[in-house]
């Protein structure tokens, strides 16, 4: 079964500053997909960014940037520039690239991340 | 498109009350989910489905049951509720197609059940 990791409960980072969020999971699959969900205080689940394991191209929108390391099982979130909005709950998650049955996304603890004006 | 909605967004129950959660989704998804969301624990899953008519357990099934009789909805249910499932529960779908945007899971809302 795969697990998904986030080891820090907390953040803080500085309107304006870089902010790095770790993620590791643990798979025995080759073909997967990763994911950064935001939950802001509205519970609302927003899909910030998704990562397909087949690319060796780390994926971007915007402000936000992943470090994907396949070999190390690892998947980071950087928010450059941070806005006050960006202050949410975020979620690493995993998802099997295979269909059905494991359709399913595994979550991580989640980490709380405070933006200080 | 509203895309997934949730009804109702809170409710409070007694312990041994029964109640159904809605889940409905207008993108023509083929899968559908039911998570729970408790503080420190991330989001668990805890039933799906596949296809109309078809439905599994997922993570945390025990005192929930689930159908899907239309492809458009999915619903959840609590027979005889329990203090130990106030949490807040998520649904979502995503399509068949994994490899064309697929793999994107979208939420619904949010349901706060509190049982007392």
């Known amino acids: 079964a795969q697990t998904v990791t986030q080891s820090q409960p907390e953040m803080s980072v500085q309107e304006a500053e870089t902010v790095t969020l770790s993620c590791t999971y643990d798979t025995s699959e080759s073909d997967y997909y990763l994911f950064w969900y935001k939950q802001p205080p509205s519970r609302q689940m927003i899909l910030v960014i998704r990562?397909?394991?087949?690319?060796?191209q780390n994926a971007t929108e915007n402000r936000f940037s992943v470090n994907f390391q396949k070999a190390a099982k690892s998947f980071s979130l950087k928010i450059s520039d941070s806005q006050l909005g960006d202050a949410a709950m975020y979620f690493c998650a995993y998802r099997s690239a295979q269909g059905g049955a494991n359709s399913k996304l595994t979550f991580g603890k989640g980490i709380t991340l405070s933006v200080r004006p | 498109n509203a895309g997934v909605t949730q009804t109702p967004k809170f409710r409070v129950l007694k312990t041994g009350q029964s109640m159904t959660l809605l889940c409905a989704q207008d993108m023509n998804h083929e899968y559908m989910y039911w998570y729970r969301q408790d503080p420190g624990m991330g989001l668990r899953l805890i039933h799906y489905s596949v296809g109309e008519g078809t439905t599994a357990k997922g993570e945390v099934p025990d005192g929930y049951n689930v159908s899907r009789l239309k492809k458009q909805n999915f619903l959840l249910g609590l027979e005889s509720a329990a203090p130990s499932q106030t949490s807040v529960y998520f649904c979502?779908?995503?399509?068949?197609?994994?490899?064309?945007?697929?793999?994107?899971?979208?939420f619904g809302p949010g349901t706060r059940l509190l049982v007392l």
């Open positions: 990562q397909e394991a087949y690319k060796q």
């Open positions: 979502a779908s995503s399509d068949r197609q994994a490899r064309v945007m697929g793999e994107t899971q979208y």
